[in-house]
C-alpha cells in the first residue's frame, strides 16, 4: 500500500463490497478479541473475506477472524468486522483506520467499536464492560495520528474537534439498554497504546495517574477516523484482566479471549439494545 490513502484506493474496496451484497449497513461494527461471536446472530448473512477486498489490511491475531458480515440484527443493516489490524502488527496508522475510511465512503452513521482492555482503574474486575466516555490518544501525541498525511476533503475537515469523539445520545441508549438487562457497566477513559508487550506495573501507574480507567491496543486509531467522518461513535471495552499494579500478575493473551466468553452476553445484550433504539 502507498504511503497515504488515496480516495482511489477506498473506493476500490468500496466497489468490491458492493459487488459482494445487496445491503445498505446502516450501523457498523467492530469486534475485538474473544468479542467476535456477536456476528454469528446475524443470519441470512453476506460475508466477506478480508483478502478479498482491495487495500484492506488483514488480521493476524488469533481471536480476529478477518472477515466482514453483513445483514441485519435487530431489524437494523449492518456490517461487522470481525476482527481488526493493529498497529503492532506492522501496519501504519493510516491503514489501521482504513476500514473507517470505507464505512465512511459507504454511507455508515453510526460505528459501535468494541475492544477488550486490561483494567487500570483498580475497582475494575474482569467479565465487566465499560462504556467509554473519553480517550487520552498518546500514540496519537507521539506522532502516530490515522489522519496523518494530505486530508482528504470528500471525508472531513483538515482539523477535526474531537470533544465529543463519543457520541452523547448513543452513550445514554447505551445505559439504558444494560439498565433494561440489569446490567451494570462502568463508564471510563481509555487509552489506546502501541503494544503488542503488555504493560509494565509502573506504566499501570502512570497511565493511572494520567485519568485512565483501562487500556488497549486499538480504537482510538479508528474512533478519530469515524470522528473525522462525521460517523456518531459508541465505544465499550470488556475488561479482560485486573489491574496489575504491583506486578503479581501475569497477564497473557489467552486470558483475554477466555474473558470475552463472560463478556460476549452482556455486549450483545447492550449491542441488540441500541440498535432497537436506533430503529
Known sequence: MSEFITLEMIDQAVNVIRSKTNRNPRVAMILGSGLGDLA?????????????????????????????????????????????????????????????????RMGIEYLIVTNAAGAVHPDYLPGELMLIKDHISLVGMCGLNPLRGPNIDELGERFPDMSQAYNPELLEMAKEAAAEKNIQPREGVYICLSGPSFETPADLRFLRTIGVDAVGMSTVPEVIVAHHGGIKVLGISGISNKANLDGSNVTTHEEVLEAGKVLVPKLEAIVRGVLRKLS
Open 40 to 104: 454469528e446472530s446475524v443470519k441470512p448473512a453476506d460475508i466477506i473475506d478480508y483478502s478479498d477486498i482491495p487495500n484492506w489490511p488483514r488480521s493476524t491475531i488469533m481471536g480476529h477472524k478477518g472477515r466482514l458480515v453483513i445483514g441485519e440484527l435487530e431489524s437494523q443493516p449492518v456490517m461487522i468486522m470481525q476482527g481488526r489490524a493493529h498497529y503492532y502488527e506492522g501496519y501504519p496508522m493510516h491503514v489501521v483506520g482504513f476500514p473507517i475510511r470505507v464505512m465512511i
